[in-house]
């Protein structure tokens, strides 16, 4: 808030004292024109999927390969354990990478993790919230930017 009093300097403080609870003579004030606020911008529409980082889209959509909704198929098969190992290793070469800051940006840019992972897969939107709940586990360790796009609710429960 922008406060402008224009008057001799007695004026003023007098206009000030009387604010305060003075009493004596009011100097006389004129309002200006009240502020403008700045009009905001509008929202922008998901970017297509044209934009998707390739490095991003590969590695969700080999994460989505045999991806089990329950999270324990590793506990039966030891060769979904290895897979499991070569997920978090991708994931941790795509938070070094020079491209990491483009990635954070396009998923933020799609309204979060689960809205990407479901452009990127364009299908079941429970796969979808599965897999960027898995995503963000693992990047709770490897890539600490990633994990924290993650929507804290499920933006397509009803």
């Keep these: 808030m922008e406060i402008t009093l224009k008057g ?21 004030w004129s309002v200006g024109p009240p ?18 980082p390739p490095s ?42 020079r491209g990491a800051g483009k990635i954070i940006t396009w ?5 979060g993790l689960t809205h990407a992972v479901h452009q990127i897969l364009d299908g079941d939107p429970k796969l979808a919230r599965g897999i960027a709940v898995n995503i963000a586990q693992v990047a709770s360790i490897l890539f600490t930017d990633l994990g924290e796009t993650l929507e804290h609710f499920d933006p397509f429960e009803d």
């Design 56 to 97: 991003f889209k590969s590695m969700v959509e080999e994460w989505a390969i045999g991806f089990d909704m329950d999270g324990r198929s590793h506990w039966d098969d030891p060769e979904a354990a290895k897979g499991n190992a070569n997920k978090g290793e991708a994931l941790r070469d795509l938070g070094n990478s």
């Design 107 to 111: 998923i933020h840019s799609q309204g």
């Design 35 to 52: 502020a403008q606020l700045p009009t905001p911008e509008p929202a922008q529409p998901p970017v297509s999927t044209a934009e998707v």
């Design 8 to 28: 001799t300097h007695e004026e003023v403080m007098g206009l000030m004292r009387a604010m305060a609870g003075a009493t004596g003579e009011i100097a006389s």
